[in-house]
């Protein structure tokens, strides 16, 4: 066998272990982890409560169906509901799946409630996941250039500009489909101005907004769900990425106008809302929800961004983020970087071929936050 999967390029690291936001290899090497499993272990590796809420479950009974209630994703889908305001939550596998089950719900919407409208307004630079419709979501042509013809109906706006959403409206759009910031895109977040226009906007025309929050929810930007600093309220909502505590779980919170539209049938998944992971899940939604926790984090990030600042380099372009999702523009290629930056124990991500993007567990600590700057400011000097 050549490869485990030709898809993929691993880094020569075998881990063997974490505890917190620190990785170990085989050979005990330890690295600050800036990347947390892509976005995903945001109350880092070993957490207590986590592992005593998955056993506890796995000793009753480790997966059930749909067609049983299920206490611990009714106790989460209600936390969320809370947050969001949502009069549904449905449970999916994956930030792609989440994002395929918003979809057929505008669709849905739209044929019933709009003249059969079904057109989805997605971005230009975003990313929406893997499968084939979250896949032609995502606009990025070097995603579709091998797998077309690919799902019709869907057009793409330049993010940040709200005249080319206009441009693109007609009476067959039943949606727009948004990133709060474009994470994968390369750590690009959008302006106040041009969410709430998009908002209004979405009002006047009588559009849904869907708003993407799988990287950027669950407080990894300072807030429980980014749309929070935007003052705005989206009609759908998906999440994933941490939702599981490290397990597969995802979702889309629907409000009360979609929620009417969905009948039994609608949806299904064999895996969805998981108990196990569900159980994972309640102890992760109430860390986050926390406003000390959330305190912690705006502040954390603002420190690691200031800092990275100051790095006298002219290899760096730009530093951006919210939160603790932080990009590093670069004027060069960050391949070489990510390479140079494992050597030395920290665990880097470059989205784009210059920008590295970094996001760390939530719990990291400050000490944590300050060696790895002091090795990205070694790298990059
Ligand atoms: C904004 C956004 N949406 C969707 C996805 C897809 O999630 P998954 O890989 O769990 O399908 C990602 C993954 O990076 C993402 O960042």
Redesign the pocket.
């Known amino acids: 066998m050549e490869s485990l999967d030709n898809t993929v390029k691993p880094y020569d690291v075998y881990l063997s272990r974490g505890q917190g936001a620190i990785l170990y290899d085989k050979k005990g090497k330890k690295y600050i982890d800036l990347l947390a499993g892509?976005?995903v272990n945001l109350l880092g590796y070993n957490n207590k409560k986590i592992n005593k809420a998955i056993l506890s479950q796995l000793q009753k009974y480790i997966h059930s169906s749909r067609w049983f209630y299920n206490e611990n994703q009714e106790k989460l889908a209600k936390k969320i509901s809370e947050v969001t305001g949502a009069s549904g939550v449905y449970f999916v596998n994956?930030?792609?799946?989440?994002?395929e089950v918003a979809i057929k719900f505008a669709r849905k919407w739209g044929i019933i409630n709009k003249n059969g409208a079904y057109k989805i307004i997605t971005f230009k630079n975003?990313?929406?996941?893997?499968?084939i419709a979250?896949l032609t979501a995502t606009g990025q042509e070097k995603f579709h250039k091998y797998l077309k013809p690919l799902s019709p109906g869907f057009i793409y706006a330049e993010f940040n500009n709200i005249k080319s959403v206009e441009e693109k409206i007609d009476d067959e759009v039943c949606a727009i489909l948004i990133?709060p910031i474009q994470?994968?895109g390369g750590v690009w977040i959008a302006e106040k101005e041009f969410l709430l226009n998009l908002s209004k906007l979405c009002q006047e025309k009588n559009i849904l907004l869907i708003f993407?929050?799988?990287?950027?929810g669950l407080g990894r930007t300072g807030k429980i769900f980014a749309y929070q600093h935007y003052g705005i309220k989206p009609d759908m909502i998906?999440m994933?990425?941490g939702l599981g505590g490290g397990l597969p779980l995802?979702c889309v919170a629907v409000n009360k106008k979609i929620f009417t539209i969905l009948e039994n049938g609608d949806h299904g998944t064999t895996m969805g809302g998981n108990p196990v992971a569900c159980a994972a899940g309640n102890i992760v939604f109430d860390t986050v929800s926390k406003k000390s926790f959330l305190n912690q984090v705006k502040q954390k990030g603002e420190y690691f961004i200031n800092e990275l600042k100051k790095i006298a380099s002219k290899k760096i372009k730009e530093i951006r983020g919210l939160g603790l999702l932080i990009g590093i523009e670069l004027n060069e290629n960050a391949a070489k970087y990510v390479e140079i930056g494992l050597k030395k124990g920290i665990i880097l991500n470059s989205v784009k071929p210059t920008i590295i993007r970094i996001v760390p567990p939530l719990i990291i600590s400050k000490k944590e936050i300050k060696k790895a700057i002091e090795i990205i400011g070694e790298i990059l000097k």
């Open positions: 892509v976005a994956s930030g792609a799946e989440a994002n975003s990313f929406h996941g893997r499968t979250a990133e994470a994968e993407d929050e799988v990287q950027t998906t994933g990425k995802s």
